[in-house]
T-cell receptor, first 112, second 115 residues
């Protein structure tokens, strides 16, 4: 059972545009929602994370929006750059630092 | 930031042999480490949770006799793929939980190719 559903599977955005990736979860016990960036042949790197007590968190060009009632959260990448081209994974866990359930991933390509 | 080192970063072996992958937390203690497997163009799937000094907890469908996990110290966990077969070829990634801060850090992954 896939507990975290991610969409779209792939995304092409022009340089300077906004990249938006969405995730939905089923398990209401999840209370920690991080986003990871992964380049080919590398391990995932934490981008930004949010807890359900806030609806939005922004760090630089990256923003997470969280809708607890809908059990959905999304990643917005503002002013997308070619260097942002990577695979992005949303994840969820019961408490930070615990085992993560990952979404299916989104392959982002930012065209110059 | 904290670093988690995986070794080897890539390995090629013959079918039927065993391969050991190490996961080390370089500047923090980790009583808990997680092992993931990632097939090409797919997501990370949790294989097992490794706890220092105790037996690993395996996810459903993961053969514990095939994927041996040992977490003998606060900074080292090892994954041994026994009697490897081509279908075991994958990218294996570990993550380590800082025992003091609770933060989670990922290794760079180990690419296993079984011929």
């Amino acid at each position: 059972q896939q507990q975290v559903k991610q969409s779209p599977q792939s995304l092409i955005v022009q340089k300077g545009g906004i990249s938006i990736i969405n995730c939905a979860y089923e398990n209401t016990a999840f209370d920690y929602f991080p986003w990871y960036q992964q380049f080919p042949g590398k391990g995932p790197a934490l981008l930004i994370a949010i807890r359900p007590d806030v609806s939005e968190k922004k760090e630089g060009r990256f923003t997470i929006s969280f809708n607890k009632s809908a059990k959905q959260f999304s990643l917005h990448i503002m002013d997308s750059q070619p260097g942002d081209s990577a695979t992005y994974f949303c994840a969820a866990s019961r408490g930070a630092g615990n085992m993560l359930t990952f979404g299916g991933g989104t392959r982002l390509m930012v065209k110059p | 930031g904290a670093v988690v080192s995986q070794h080897p970063s890539w390995v090629i072996c013959k079918s039927g042999t065993s391969v050991k992958i190490e996961c080390r937390s370089l500047d923090f203690q980790a009583t808990t480490m997680f092992w993931y497997r990632q097939f090409p163009k797919q997501s990370l799937m949790l294989m097992a949770t490794s706890n220092e000094g105790s037996k690993a907890t395996y996810e459903q469908g993961v053969e514990k006799d095939k994927f041996l996990i040992n977490h003998a110290s606060l900074t080292l966990s090892t994954l041994t793929v026994t009697s490897a077969h081509p279908e075991d070829s994958s990218f294996y990634i570990c993550s380590a939980k800082d025992s003091y801060t609770g933060e989670l850090f990922f290794g760079e992954g180990s690419r296993l190719t079984v011929l």
